[in-house]
């Protein structure tokens, strides 16, 4: 089992940053992904950014050029830089590990989850 606690949330005015942060605990050693997903009210769980042992990155579309994904695996922390907040990315954002799958591209492939830290951006 792996533990996920995340950290980071708020409330920021539009065009302001942030950086969320997730530290991993328990049965790290096999993990081979972990990444962001965010959740509003009456919609799914949407990835925003994930990347793997091997630095592979990926983000949704609407958020290229904005947020960042980084980790350290030696602190089994990863982190997400978000710049230009916007009021459409008020949501729950979630820290998610996954050991089945390695190029993540939706929420069934992480097989463990953080309990979300809300992000709310006013205008």
């Known amino acids: 089992q792996v533990q996920l606690v995340e950290s980071g949330g708020g409330s920021v005015q539009a065009g302001e940053s942030r950086r969320l942060s997730c530290t991993a605990s328990?049965?790290?050693?096999?993990?081979?992904?972990t990444g962001w997903f965010r959740q509003t009210p009456g919609n799914w769980r949407a990835l925003v950014a994930v990347?793997?042992?091997?630095?592979?990155?990926y983000y949704a579309d609407s958020v290229k050029g904005r947020f960042t994904i980084s980790r350290d695996s030696a602190k089994n922390t990863v982190w997400l830089q978000m710049n230009n907040l916007k009021r459409e990315d008020t949501a729950v954002y979630y820290c998610?590990?996954?050991?089945?799958?390695?190029?993540?591209?939706?929420?069934?492939?992480?097989?463990?989850w953080g309990k979300g830290t809300l992000v709310v951006v006013a205008s």
């Open positions: 998610a590990a996954g050991v089945r799958i390695r190029t993540v591209r939706e929420s069934d492939d992480m097989d463990f």
């Open positions: 328990g049965s790290v050693q096999g993990i081979v992904a």
């Open positions: 990347t793997n042992s091997d630095d592979y990155e």
